[in-house]
């Protein structure tokens, strides 16, 4: 409880709005979610080790995720002028990274075998290694949850926390995996 006490306030200091307790056993690995990676909306798929397909095939993500036994969702919630607040929008986006990254250093601290999960594909390196050569900085990049199969909004609802705050805000979400 005390942990858990903890890893809430840590969050809300690395600039998230909103934080709460992981029950793993919430996580369901999902092909559909995997599925939606493969369509490649975003431009990543098989451009980073952080992505489908080179992150690993769903089942090692699975048995990687069921390695651990508690964690931490967090979530930055950006409000927006409107439906068209592009820069809000990126605003918001920008507070999750920055608060991601500055979480993921004081985890690794406290847990270097933890596993975050995070919002959009890794962007340690301007131009990945992959496929050519191993990840440079294993230790900082950063997979989303989901490429890892897992449904976002089920996973936010299943722990208490909202995925959608309401008209005219965007939510970003992650989460971390403790031993
Ligand atoms: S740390 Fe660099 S090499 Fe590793 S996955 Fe991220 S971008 Fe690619």
């Known amino acids: 409880m005390e942990q858990e006490k903890e890893l ?21 690995v999902m092909q559909e979610v995997r599925d939606m ?5 975003c431009g990543m798929y098989g451009k980073r080790w952080s992505c489908p ?5 769903i089942e090692e ?9 508690g964690g931490v969702v967090v979530q930055t919630v950006g409000q927006l ?23 993921t250093e004081e985890m690794r601290k406290r847990y270097p075998d933890m596993l975050p999960l995070g919002t ?6 301007a131009e990945c290694t992959y496929p ?21 909004n089920q996973v936010c609802t299943d722990n208490g926390l ?10 970003y979400t992650g989460c971390f995996l403790l031993p």
Not at 12 to 26: E, I, M, N, Y
Not at 53 to 57: A, H, K, S
Not at 162 to 171: E, K
Request: net charge negative; proline share 5%.
């Open 132 to 152: 050519d050569a191993p990840c440079r900085f294993p230790d900082k990049a950063m997979s989303s949850m989901e490429s890892y199969g897992l449904l976002v």
């Open 61 to 69: 993500c699975e048995e990687r995720i069921r390695r651990y036994h």
């Open 37 to 41: 990676c493969a369509v490649n909306t």
């Open 120 to 125: 959009g594909c890794c962007q340690q390196c």
């Open 81 to 103: 002028e409107d439906s068209f607040d592009v820069e809000g929008i990126q605003d918001a986006a920008k507070r999750q990274k920055e608060a991601f990254a500055r979480m």
């Open 8 to 28: 809430l306030e840590l969050a809300l200091q690395c600039g998230f709005t909103h934080a709460a307790p992981l029950d793993v056993s919430t996580l369901h």
């Open 162 to 171: 909202r995925y959608n705050h309401g008209p005219n805000t965007i939510a």
């Open 53 to 57: 397909p080179g992150c690993g095939t």
